[in-house]
């Protein structure tokens, strides 16, 4: 007998095959049935209220993103894009593997598949985060008052245990791997009943193009703004996210570029200040190592070591580099005259690119440039992380779902 | 070793004068003039250390010692920095590390072992005198097997070993005690004081519980020179007056002496005093630095300790930013050691961390939402 801790929808050592057995069993939703959508809603409320979330800006961001009207909004376009032929139905039992550095992507996978009507059971890593602490705490609360939607969803908590892994991904009928390459590649040895899919979330790799002459024509009161945006998209998550610019590339000329990167940068420093984002000791070292080895290994022209929690290593020629990056606050910048020349940078593992000054055509045309290189979505500075179900070129309604074809 | 051009940095300034003899002041202007001297040296020597110089430091001359550029220690995890060509034969030496961990790899040839022995004996034979003792090496004989890939324990064993004569290595190759040994050296030499050397953490775990055990050994007529850190120990809550006091009464052995050092810079150690605190030698200078502005912390401030010394001439480690905490406690304040210069504690490494992403590690301006 193998047992399993189940943190939700309540708290206990289960049986995994009796646990497996009653989520197959647990009732179908239909896609957007009413009570699915109102519990979605319904944590969003509890998360911009409670005092314990407020704290935490990656959980208000969740609240945001879950809000009844944006929720409707999904819905409408959800209906809006059924064909007339076919039937979306959900998958049925769905495992998710969320990844080790970013603790609220659970919630935005697990609520994408529960919007469409699945059933869910989430593997959460054994080190327990505050964010993931409160959001527990709460879905507690909020599972005692659904039955419904609880006998549909397990989140289970355990450490490295293939054998558990194994016996859920046999039992799933989609299992979607968030956590880079290596989680992937392990996983993946785990295999799947014939019938079912998988989604999996390899390395990204993301970037910031910002135009030097419209940052610097900014007002004073726009570039604080500019910065916090920035700021939002790469400290979050310790830079860590897949969705964290580490590269800014500046569009213009040389002298152009010179101005408005020292104008930046200083900007942004003030926004880590104002934010009261802080390293530790042993990070700022790592900080120090890690610039010292990247004069050493990579074309660094100048170092900017604005403070422990600001590093800035420009690159001359250019040149983006992807593999061994530090977080925290350590940025690439580089130079080009036009933003289309950003295209032959562009690499299958590249997804975020956000974007200050540029017209909308220029956007579009980089993105017809590209042509499929890489880079999956193109937002304005302030949006890397906001979470949208275009992602990593899945749409995950369509991916959580399955069509049945009605031909008659 | 070319003997047609001049020394460069040459040590007899700071050897001829007693170690701990010089104020700040004079230690200062000796020092700073070497130190510069030497960091055009590497520049000249070593293309990576010449690319970081251009990227990291302002080109200048430092007017002051503080303002010596220097490298991070983990620099030379990743990277062999060399000041020495390809062709000249050279050891390398290895720092410790668990396993999986990178460990920092430094080139010594000829002339910088020469200098990192003078160096250390300047230190050592300040505690045992000028002349030869009989030493107990608390460690292996099988430590020195291979002399060309030497781990920073052989180096640091092998340097002391030439401050002593009539070697005996206490412990076996399983680490157990070699009673018989160490009576048999003990009753050769009953008559005049001898040296002992090792590892903070064998010194306690392989010696001072083997000679808790048997009761009647007596090195009262002993010196115990000692270094490694206090962090194994720690999980058995015993501190440096905790040893001491052990020792003491297991054995009557009262004459000791920590001391820090590292790798990246043997043959400088950093000896305790009477009192219980750090003291660099001539030829070497300790920094502490805050953490944050990296500017020197005043004294009693915990910051990051910076190291100096004007031995290195193969690699180019005479400035290094370590990973350890310390604290200055005086400069020039006689009264406890009878030393003069600086006088420091070590407090720890600073805590390694990982990164891990994740919402709450930096939960920032708590009051406020993005």
């Given at each position: 007998m193998t047992t399993v801790l189940r943190i939700l929808p309540s708290v206990g050592v289960t049986d995994l095959h009796a646990l497996l057995d009653s989520l197959v069993r647990a009732p179908a939703h239909r896609p957007f049935a009413e009570p699915l959508v109102q519990f979605a809603a319904e944590l969003s409320v509890r998360l911009l209220s409670d005092r314990e979330a407020r704290t935490i800006p990656a959980l208000q961001a969740l609240g945001f993103w879950t809000r009844l009207s944006a929720l409707q909004r999904l819905r409408a376009g959800w209906d809006a894009g059924q064909g007339r032929d076919a039937v979306a139905v959900p998958r049925g039992l769905v495992f998710h593997i969320p990844p080790g550095n970013v603790d609220t992507i659970f919630v935005y996978s697990w609520l994408l598949s529960l919007l469409v009507g699945n059933r869910n059971v989430i593997r959460l890593p054994s080190q327990e985060t505050r964010a993931i602490g409160i959001l527990c705490r709460i879905m507690g609360e909020m599972f005692a008052a659904a039955p419904a939607v609880a006998a549909g969803t397990a989140i289970l908590r355990y450490g490295h245990d293939d054998h558990i892994t194994a016996a859920l991904s046999a039992a799933c009928d989609l299992r979607v791997i968030w956590g880079g390459d290596r989680t992937v590649r392990h996983i993946r040895g785990l295999p799947l009943a014939p019938h079912a899919s998988e989604i999996a979330f390899a390395d990204r790799f993301s970037l910031s193009a910002l135009d030097a002459s419209a940052v610097t024509a900014l007002t004073p009161n726009a570039l604080e703004e500019l910065a916090r945006r920035f700021f939002n998209d790469s400290y979050w998550f310790d830079q860590l996210g897949c969705s964290s610019p580490r590269i800014v590339v500046w569009i213009g000329s040389a002298a152009a570029v010179v101005q408005a990167s020292e104008t930046f940068f200083k900007a942004l420093a003030r926004a880590v200040k104002e934010k009261a984002y802080e390293v530790d000791v042993g990070t700022a070292l790592g900080k120090i190592a890690y610039s010292h080895r990247a004069v050493l290994d990579l074309p660094v022209s100048a170092v900017r070591q604005l403070s422990n929690e600001l590093l800035v290593l420009q690159l001359d020629p250019p040149c983006v580099p992807r593999a061994d990056l530090y977080g925290a606050g350590t940025f690439f910048e580089t130079r080009l005259e036009q933003l289309a020349d950003l295209a032959q940078f562009v690499r299958r593992q590249d997804q975020t690119l956000t974007v200050f000054g540029f017209t909308t055509a220029s956007t579009r045309e980089l993105a017809v440039t590209i042509?499929?290189?890489?880079?999956d979505r193109i937002v304005p500075v302030g949006e890397a992380l906001s979470f949208h179900h275009l992602w990593d070129g899945n749409d995950l309604l369509r991916s959580f779902t399955r069509l049945v074809h009605v031909g008659v | 070793m070319n003997t047609a051009a001049p020394t460069v940095a040459p040590l007899a300034p700071y050897l001829s004068a007693p170690q701990f003899s010089l104020s700040e002041a004079v230690k200062h202007a000796l020092l700073l003039a070497d130190l510069n001297t030497l960091t055009e040296y590497h520049r000249e020597h070593s293309v990576a250390y010449a690319r970081v110089l251009a990227r990291f430091a302002s080109g200048r001359s430092a007017t002051r010692v503080e303002e010596v550029p220097w490298l991070p220690v983990a620099l030379f995890k990743s990277h062999l920095l060399?000041?020495?060509?390809?062709s000249q034969r050279t050891t390398l030496l290895t720092s410790s590390g668990t396993t999986g961990q990178q460990v920092s790899r430094i080139t010594v040839d000829g002339e910088t072992a020469d200098r990192q022995a003078r160096g250390l004996a300047g230190s050592i034979q300040h505690v045992l005198g000028a002349k030869r003792l009989p030493m107990i090496l608390i460690d292996t004989k099988s430590l020195l097997k291979d002399r060309l890939q030497m781990s920073a324990r052989g180096a640091g064993v092998l340097g002391m070993m030439?401050?002593?004569?009539?070697?005996?290595?206490?412990?076996n190759d399983d680490m157990r005690l070699d009673v018989t040994g160490l009576r048999e050296f003990l009753a050769k030499h009953a008559a005049t004081p001898v040296a002992l050397f090792g590892f903070t953490y064998m010194v306690w775990k392989y010696f001072y519980q083997e000679l808790a055990r048997l009761g009647d050994i007596d090195l009262s007529r002993g010196t115990l020179i000692h270094s490694g850190g206090w962090k194994k120990l720690a999980d058995e809550a015993v501190d440096n007056a905790t040893f001491k006091r052990s020792l003491g009464n297991v054995?009557?052995?009262?004459r000791i002496y920590n001391f820090y050092g590292m790798v990246e810079q043997i043959g400088s150690i950093f000896l305790e005093g009477d009192d219980g605190l750090l003291y660099p030698p001539n030829f070497s200078e300790v920094v502490i630095r805050n953490p944050r502005t990296w500017e020197p912390a005043a004294v009693g401030e915990v910051g990051v300790v910076h190291v100096l010394s004007?031995?290195?001439?193969?690699?180019?480690?005479?400035?290094v930013l370590t990973e350890d905490l310390g604290a200055l406690e005086?400069?020039?304040?006689?009264?406890?050691?009878?030393r003069l210069g600086r006088a420091f504690r070590i407090v720890g490494r600073a805590p390694k961390t990982e990164l891990r992403g994740c919402s709450d590690v930096h939960a920032f301006g708590n009051s406020r939402a993005a």
């Open positions: 042509n499929g290189a890489g880079i | 060399s000041s020495v060509a390809d030439r401050f002593g004569r009539d070697h005996l290595f206490a412990l054995c009557g052995l009262r004007t031995l290195p001439l193969s690699y180019p480690g005479h400035s005086h400069i020039d304040r006689p009264q406890g050691a009878g």
